[in-house]
């Protein structure tokens, strides 16, 4: 038995349908129930975007993540985007056949700053490295620390030359830990009460490094 589309009259030897209606005028429908906007929130500083909880990298697959929470129920695949429009493929599963709509959809980023550019403004550190020793060797760990807090997404907050060496401002404390246990090197370690936060003691916790 032929149908007839009741919205556009076409039939079904020439188009697919979906219950009473055509795949053209489903497509339509689907492409009317779906955004036409979507929000992306992006550091005005380092440039992460928000996704998931946490800002990373904007690269394409963050943005296929971020654009797929913003089209939950459906398949969605990024085709491409640019500073003001992204385009993609929505998916949506209709008794158990696909309908795929291509759509362009209007990007608008709010700027704001991550909790990482923030700290860093605010010269916020966790620790002290200080490094004591050989000019040369005190000058090669510095690079290495520095180097190795900027590829785990943290960072130095400043350095102060002293007295037979330099003290390293650094973001973070589990990081730091981590990069002395790589490095083979046995700090003696320091506490200095910081703060409260939410009732419990906050300490900042110096290293003392002879190189």
Same mark, same amino acid.
């Given at each position: 038995m032929v149908k007839h589309c009741p919205t556009c009259h076409r039939d079904s030897k020439e188009a697919r349908f979906f219950g009473e209606f055509c795949e053209h005028c489903m497509r339509d429908k689907l492409s009317k129930k779906l955004k036409d906007k979507i929000e992306i929130v992006k550091c005005k500083r380092c440039g992460k975007i928000y996704v998931t909880g946490q800002f990373m990298e904007e690269t394409d697959d963050a943005m296929t993540v971020q654009v797929q929470r913003e089209f939950k129920g459906y398949f969605v695949e990024l085709l491409g985007y640019g500073d003001k429009e992204a385009k #993609?493929? #929505?998916t949506e599963n209709i008794r158990g $056949?696909? =309908?795929? #709509?291509?759509?362009?959809v209007e990007l608008n980023w709010k700027k704001t700053m991550c909790t990482g550019c923030t700290r860093y403004l605010g010269g916020y550190y966790e620790a002290v490295?200080? =490094? @004591?020793g050989a000019p040369s060797r005190v000058q090669t760990m510095m690079g290495r620390i520095s180097r190795y807090? $900027? @590829?785990?997404?943290e960072y130095v907050s400043r350095i102060e030359e002293v007295d037979g060496g330099y003290d390293v401002f650094v973001s973070s404390k589990l990081l730091t830990a981590h990069f002395l246990e790589i490095q083979n090197i046995k700090p003696v370690i320091s506490y200095t009460l910081y703060g409260l936060n939410r009732g419990k003691k906050v300490y900042r916790n110096t290293y003392a490094v002879r190189l």
């Open positions: #993609v493929a #929505v $056949e696909d =309908l795929t #709509v291509h759509k362009v490295i200080q =490094l @004591r807090f $900027e @590829r785990n997404s």
